[in-house]
């Protein structure tokens, strides 16, 4: 079983920042893709960014250029730094990583719990 710890939400004003991070732990072989997604209310839950074991990463068209995803593999951590933030941003953020169990032959895909991240003056 694997979990995920998320950390770093809250409330900001427009323009502000915001860094969200989530680690994973227990019976992890490896991690392939680690991202980041999102669900504001009255809304299905949408891709934010993700990244690749390789370092690969991949946006919404909607927060290119102002969001930053990275990873720390030695900490099985990853990070999603918010810049320029917008009211439109509002909503709880999910932490979902996927990747090899440490019994053989598992597999992952796991979710956090959740962070609310809230924009507004």
């Known amino acids: 079983q694997v979990q995920l710890v998320e950390s770093g939400g809250g409330l900001v004003q427009p323009g502000g920042s915001l860094r969200l991070s989530c680690a994973a732990s227990?019976?992890?072989?490896?991690?392939?893709?680690m991202g980041w997604y999102r669900q504001a209310p009255g809304k299905q839950r949408e891709l934010v960014a993700a990244?690749?074991?390789?370092?690969?990463?991949n946006y919404a068209d909607s927060v290119k250029g102002r969001f930053t995803i990275s990873r720390d593999n030695a900490k099985n951590t990853v990070y999603l730094q918010m810049n320029n933030l917008k009211p439109e941003d509002t909503a709880v953020y999910y932490c979902?990583?996927?990747?090899?169990?440490?019994?053989?032959?598992?597999?992952?895909?796991?979710w956090g719990q959740g962070t609310q991240v809230t924009v507004s003056s």
């Open positions: 979902n990583t996927n990747g090899r169990g440490s019994r053989p032959g598992v597999r992952y895909d796991s």
């Open positions: 227990g019976s992890i072989f490896s991690i392939d893709a």
């Open positions: 990244i690749t074991s390789g370092g690969s990463t």
